[in-house]
């Protein structure tokens, strides 16, 4: 059974005045200046936070620190367990690992949220109706970063979609609309080709969606339904997605709403959170005073919310309105005719403290209640154990002689086979079957996939001591085999994807 828990705040409430401990990095390239600004709007509008200060990024990875943070910042991160941090750049290649997707991983900060809204009539868009939540699954998918070549011709990254995953990420969706009176959940996936992955997360999207009689609920195919939030964000409210899709499409949510500079982002698990703007550190803006510090200002704001100082968040984010709303715009949102005034970054952030207390007149003002943004503590189902069976195996094969004929690879796939109790049923190449009965038009890689299956019945089980005799065959046949996936069957449910032609 599955036990919605309601979004439960950080362990500060709302009525604490003690300065809540908090972890800031300043981060590289605009981080610093769009940091300084956000401080110093945060420290104006009363916000009760006792800062400890941390070094990542750039400089930490210079000093050979693939991961771009030292153990010392990891004891600052668990002592305080909410991290406000600019963004940083990530060094290209020399095994350098993204800070960010190490950050999210290690801390558990399972959903990520990004709210884009359109400020019309003051910011420039396509879109005034615009005001999507983008909830993004931040742990997973091809995230994992399970990559291997395994052939001279094909790479291979794994995507990783686990239902407690799923059931976390799509709960929390519904748990936000809810707390936050939103009307409509949307799910976006690709399952009518990843069957089984993306296939999950919507079959579980289905079923917590049923607990949520309250709210509407609708799935699109992730490409057409990023062809209409590009078009009509209007029709969407809160959409949850897969790593992957979540974090191209709501970067396109954020421009298409009035700028990347704009947004901001809240990477929440239990116990643990962190808040950023969603761009980077934008290096050749870098030490102009030009960057918009509003993306970070707003992860700084969904802070407040969830360290239960919605009071303050409520009352900085209503000034930050009345600022966008009298003119007063950075580089990348002003306008001639629209803008009033063009501010650097630290002018920008003087404007909003001088309207602390104001209220915008045209744009709507916000009202915030605690917890609006928190993670869930909530359980995952915990289903029946099925009963699993192993029906085959696939093999796969570096293999590249013979002109690469798919007839001249079965006959030594066939012979490795023999006295194994296993059967060769088909091979195919990038999921094309290629034997038997391949067309010669097939191209064909250096990549085969070589299913095999009992002798004595495709529903018949197969034993871990066939599959090893099997490999000892092709070892024998001199074929160079790179990987093996079992062919599963749960409550005798076939889980495996067949073959494109088979
Ligand atoms: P970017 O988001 O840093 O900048 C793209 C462009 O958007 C900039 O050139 C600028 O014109 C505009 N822009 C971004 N932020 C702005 C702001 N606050 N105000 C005004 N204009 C702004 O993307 P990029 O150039 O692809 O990446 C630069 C670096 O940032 C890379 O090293 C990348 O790895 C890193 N990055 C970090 C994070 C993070 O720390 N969370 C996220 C994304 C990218």
């Not at 990520?112 to 993004?136: I, K, Q």
């Not at 070549?149 to 969706?173: F, M, N, W």
């Not at 038997?436 to 191209?443: C, L, N, S, V, Y």
Request: net charge neutral; charged share 20%; proline share 5%.
């Amino acid at each position: 059974m599955t036990t919605a828990a309601r979004p439960a705040s950080h362990a500060n409430s709302a009525s604490s005045h003690k300065p809540v401990p908090i972890t800031v990095a300043h981060g590289d390239g605009i981080g610093p200046e769009i940091m300084q600004a956000t401080l110093a709007m945060l420290q104006a509008s009363g916000a009760r936070l006792a800062i400890e200060t941390i070094e990542i990024g750039e400089k930490v990875y210079q000093r050979g620190v693939t991961i771009g943070i030292e153990p010392s910042a990891w004891e600052s991160l668990r002592r305080t367990r909410v991290f406000l941090k600019a963004p940083i750049t990530t060094p290209q290649g020399g095994g350098f690992k993204s800070l960010n997707v190490t950050t999210r991983k290690t801390l558990g900060l399972y959903a990520n949220v990004r709210p884009c809204v359109a400020y019309h009539p003051f910011v420039d868009t396509l879109h005034p109706g615009m005001d999507v939540v983008v909830v993004r699954e931040n742990e997973e998918d091809t995230y994992a970063g399970i990559e291997h070549q395994q052939t001279r011709e094909v790479t291979q990254c794994l995507k990783l979609i686990s239902r407690p995953g799923s059931e976390k990420i799509v709960r929390y969706a519904f748990e936000y609309a809810r707390a936050n009176n939103r009307k409509k959940v949307t799910c976006f996936t690709k399952d009518n080709i990843m069957k089984l992955t993306d296939g999950l997360f919507h079959k579980v999207f289905d079923e917590i969606g049923r607990e949520y009689p309250d709210l509407e609920k609708e799935h699109w195919i992730v490409d057409i339904g990023a062809a209409k939030l590009a078009d009509q964000p209007e029709v969407f409210d809160v959409i949850v997605m897969p790593n992957l899709y979540g974090d191209i499409l709501s970067d396109v949510a954020a421009q298409i709403a009035g700028s990347v500079g704009m947004a901001g982002s809240a990477n929440l698990g239990v116990g643990c959170a962190m808040f950023e703007a969603i761009h980077g550190s934008a290096p050749r803006r870098a030490g102009q005073n030009l960057a918009n510090p509003s993306g970070l200002l707003h992860g700084a704001i969904m802070m407040l919310v969830h360290i239960g100082q919605s009071d303050v968040a409520q009352k900085l984010h209503n000034a930050w309105l009345k600022t966008i709303e009298d003119g007063v715009h950075t580089y990348d949102i002003f306008k001639e005719g629209v803008s009033t005034q063009k501010v650097g970054t630290q002018e920008f952030a003087a404007a909003v403290v001088a309207r602390l207390g104001q209220e915008p007149a045209t744009l709507k003002p916000v009202r915030y209640k605690v917890g609006g943004v928190a993670a869930l503590n909530a359980k995952t189902s915990t289903p029946a154990r099925s009963v699993k069976q192993t029906l085959g195996v696939d093999v796969f094969v570096d293999w590249e002689e013979n002109n690469r004929n798919p007839d001249a690879l079965a006959k030594k796939l066939v012979a490795a086979a023999a006295g194994t109790g296993l059967k060769l049923g088909m091979v195919t190449n990038r999921g094309v079957k290629v034997w038997p009965d391949g067309f010669p038009e097939t191209f064909c890689s250096d990549h085969w996939r070589c299913r095999y299956a009992s002798d004595a019945g495709d529903d018949q089980p197969i034993t871990h001591a066939q599959i090893t005799s099997l490999l000892t065959g092709l070892a024998n046949q001199k074929l160079d085999f790179i990987k093996t996936e079992n062919l599963c069957a749960f409550d005798g449910q076939r889980t495996y994807s067949t073959g494109q032609g088979e």
